[in-house]
């Protein structure tokens, strides 16, 4: 089964053949993954290792750990495993963006000009209902 590692304080300027070349020495059964930002492509400071034999994977983080790429010390660590995200979906945690409308209680709506509140007409027979078990309570 293959680990994923996490290599983090990359250089903004960083492009993936670079991380590739870095780690090439590696070994068989590498490979590399650096993260971008969707707009400017540039890299987010990030970027993901894999490594198919898991008896690698220390050495590598020994031997990665800490050296200079384009004058910044990059880490090198155990990627943290991904969690489930609302959406059911794996991820990082990122949070869903756009989409479906939330749901919500009731809505109240305003009649007209007046300052007087009207239920939404969806829930007015339980609000009478809920206001007739109030009166026989009082």
Excluded: H
């Amino acid at each position: 089964m293959s680990v994923r590692l996490y290599v983090g304080n990359l250089p903004n300027e960083l492009e993936n053949q670079e991380l590739e070349a870095a780690f090439a020495d590696a070994g068989e059964g590498v490979s590399t993954k650096l993260v971008t930002d969707r707009k400017t492509g540039k890299c987010r400071g990030f970027g993901f290792v894999t490594v198919e034999d898991e008896s690698k994977v220390d050495a590598i983080i020994e031997k990665y750990n800490g050296i200079t790429l384009k004058d910044v010390e990059i880490k090198v660590e155990k990627a943290q495993p991904r969690t489930e995200s609302a959406g059911g979906k794996e991820g990082g945690g990122a949070k869903k963006r756009g989409g479906g409308a939330k749901k919500r209680g009731p809505a109240v709506v305003s009649a007209g000009g007046s300052d007087s509140m009207q239920p939404d007409p969806r829930w007015a027979n339980e609000l009478e209902k809920l206001k007739a078990m109030l009166a026989q309570n009082s």
